[in-house]
């Protein structure tokens, strides 16, 4: 029995909330590694060590359907290491050809760590796994199953061929180590990593299912409103590549598609973002395109439109879902500690309602969960002073 | 008394919201901000310093420690009006530089400012202090006294 396509975006919708589980500042990573999936492209993670990048990555892979080949390059990393070693029993025939058996070429999902310091024999070899995905090398051709490579990196390669070879990751995003707001978090977080075992998965048919949709999926009604963004952002200065510019379709419509849409529209143009390549640029992006940002939407990759847009309604939905979850977690009345706790955590997503919406322009789903936090906030006291 | 905002200047919601740098409460709302505060043990006290006059009470801190009150209005800062102190969640239709510099000709205390559009005060608040318990209740026993 084939899966649905509501079926597939709504399983595909629950693992990566579990997979999201547990790490900090990293849920629009977990969530752009599932869209370049869905895409059919790669992305790109440019951050400082130690950032979580590769739990972020292998996570999702679990999620969507289990697989992730990792590696850390060097600038002495063999093309062995990476694609897999000459098979010596053929050699022996005269015939060069690579063990593939566990190495990337037969990965679905491939991180590589240090990405820009791979050695010309070995970046070579990826752009052509990376853009057709066949695998080249000797007398070895293959078609490989990859759905998506996440390349990581300190910095932006500034040498021009390197430049190049980083254009073919058309998802870029930049994280930094956790705010200090968040380390609670994120000591909880990696208390509970050991868990992950529990949480749900969907499977590569899923994702096969969305990416049909996606690749179907009518951009006609939302063309006219990507050409208008991508002249805004020409105008401020933004100048994506032609071949960007056409591959950000692919984009918007593995969007539109988990969020379990067929039609692409405005709501998903938030993907734009992640499509300029620098830091800096999408910085200004999200600036000269607030006012159609502000109509993003997504279900199910909440965390990577809010990153993109801080749009008012991608804002609400995750204000929403964070404070339901806390309403849920009510402690029991006998735990007065625990209760003081839950009241703070509950007036801390007041505060950021009311920081973030003015009365008359809160969204309709965030202003049921207020008055439900106002209730809960008036039947608690404030602990009680010293 | 303190200096009103010029009434032409009306107020919009923002898309995007300034990060919140203080919180104000203007009536009773005050009054419960104030309990709200005073019901925190001594050590979080010292997260916040404040100002308080007649009716009105405001709080700066850390974003993630201040408190929330039903009716509170946060303040942020906005670059383009640096003297200010402006809701988070509204935007003047006017240039925010030009309201800064008109707003601090008009204030007789020092800066910076938090504009408060709804009741149209203008509270000074560089010269808040850190927040004492005595003094807070003793401004609440005032206010509550006061018809």
């Known amino acids: ?386 | 008394m303190e200096p009103r905002i010029q009434q032409p200047v009306e107020w919009s919601p923002r898309a995007l919201p300034l990060q919140a740098l203080a919180v104000a409460g203007v009536g009773p709302v005050a009054l419960a901000l104030a309990r709200r505060v005073l019901a925190v043990e001594d050590t979080a006290l010292a997260r916040w310093s404040g100002v308080a006059g007649p009716g009105v009470l405001v709080l700066l801190g850390d974003t993630e420690s201040l408190p929330w009150v039903d009716g509170a209005v946060y303040l942020g800062r906005d670059a383009a009006a640096p003297s200010l102190l402006l809701p988070c969640t509204l935007a003047p239709d006017v240039s925010p530089a030009l309201l800064d510099r008109a707003l601090v000709a008009r204030a007789r205390a020092g800066t910076p400012l938090a504009v408060l559009p709804r009741s149209g005060q203008l509270v000074p608040v560089g010269a808040a202090r850190p927040v004492s318990r005595e003094t807070l209740g003793a401004w609440l026993a005032k206010q509550e006294a006061t018809p």
Not at chain 1, 68 to 74: A, D, Q, R, S, T
Not at chain 1, 239 to 264: E, F, N
Not at chain 1, 289 to 295: C, F, P, S, T, Y
């Open chain 1, 1 to 386: 029995m084939s899966l649905s396509f509501q079926a597939a975006a709504s399983s595909v919708r629950e693992a990566l909330t579990d997979a999201g589980q547990g790490l900090v500042e990293r849920e629009a990573m977990v969530e752009l590694v599932a869209l370049c999936a869905v895409a059919g492209e790669h992305l790109l993670v440019i951050g400082p060590p130690g950032t979580a990048k590769s739990e972020a990555v292998r996570r999702t892979a679990r999620a969507l359907g289990g697989g992730c080949f990792e590696y850390l390059l060097g600038r002495f990393t063999e093309p062995s290491e990476i694609f897999g070693p000459v098979d010596l029993r053929k050699l022996r025939e005269g015939v060069v050809e690579t063990e593939t058996a566990g190495m990337l070429p037969e990965a679905e999902v491939a991180f590589l760590d240090e990405v820009f310091l791979g050695s010309t024999a070995i970046l070579n070899t990826l752009l052509g796994l990376l853009n057709e995905r066949v695998f080249r090398r000797g007398h070895t051709r293959m078609h490989c199953p990859l759905r998506v490579c996440v390349g990581a990196s300190n910095a932006l390669p500034e040498d021009e061929a390197l430049a190049a070879f980083a254009d073919r990751f058309l998802a870029r995003t930049f994280v930094e180590s956790v705010p200090d707001t968040r380390l609670e978090d994120l000591l909880a977080g990696g208390a509970s990593l050991a868990r992950f075992a529990e949480a749900r998965t969907a499977s590569w048919e899923a994702v096969d299912v969305l990416a049909r949709a996606a690749r179907e999926a009518d951009l006609g009604p939302v063309r006219p409103h990507l050409a208008h963004a991508l002249r805004t952002l020409r105008a401020a200065g933004i100048g994506l590549s032609d071949r960007r510019m056409v591959k950000a379709q692919r984009l918007v419509s593995a969007a539109a598609a988990l969020a379990g849409r067929t039609t692409p529209s405005v709501a998903d143009l938030w993907t734009l973002i992640y499509v300029v390549p620098s830091k800096e640029g999408q910085a200004l992006a999200r600036d000269v395109l607030r006012e159609l940002l502000a109509h993003s939407e997504n279900s199910a990759l909440a965390a990577a439109a809010l990153e993109a847009s801080a749009g008012p309604l991608a804002r609400a939905q995750r204000i929403a879902q964070s404070g339901r979850s806390v309403l849920a977690g009510r402690p029991p009345d006998a735990d007065s500690e625990a209760l003081a706790s839950w009241r703070l955590k509950l007036e801390g997503v007041a505060r950021e309602m009311d920081a973030g919406f003015a009365p008359e322009s809160l969204p309709e789903d965030l202003q049921t969960v207020r008055e439900e936090l106002r209730a809960a906030l008036a039947q608690v006291a404030p602990a009680a002073a010293a």
